[in-house]
């Protein structure tokens, strides 16, 4: 079981910044990769980046060059550092890890992964 607390959501004007947090707890080491998604209303959830355990990182065309993944592996905890923002970022933001040791080609997609965080909303005002 892995247990996932998002933080750092919050609502600010389209150019700004907004970092993330998703701190992780329970058998968190056995998963090989770890993604962060988002979900606005009344539209599927998408994948938004994610990293793997060694480091190398996926993005969304829709947030390259703006966004970016990190991890401290010490502390459990993933990072999403948002910079300028746009009102079409807004939605609620979810971390996800996936099952234990399971591999994928696909980090993107919401079907790779077996664990979800609460989600923290991001509004982003023009």
């Known amino acids: 079981q892995v247990q996932l607390v998002e933080s750092g959501g919050g609502s600010v004007q389209a150019g700004g910044s907004l970092r993330l947090s998703c701190a992780a707890s329970?058998?968190?080491?056995?998963?090989?990769?770890m993604g962060w998604f988002r979900q606005a209303p009344g539209q599927e959830r998408e994948g938004v980046a994610a990293?793997?355990?060694?480091?190398?990182?996926s993005y969304a065309d829709s947030v390259k060059g703006r966004f970016t993944i990190s991890q401290d592996n010490a502390k459990n905890t993933w990072y999403l550092e948002m910079n300028n923002l746009k009102p079409g970022d807004t939605a609620m933001y979810y971390c996800?890890?996936?099952?234990?040791?399971?591999?994928?080609?696909?980090?993107?997609?919401?079907?790779?992964?077996?664990?979800w965080g609460q989600g923290t909303q991001v509004t982003v005002s023009s």
């Open positions: 996800a890890a996936p099952q234990r040791l399971r591999i994928t080609i696909n980090p993107l997609s919401p079907s790779e992964y077996t664990y």
């Open positions: 990293i793997y355990r060694h480091g190398s990182t």
């Open positions: 329970g058998d968190i080491a056995s998963s090989l990769y």
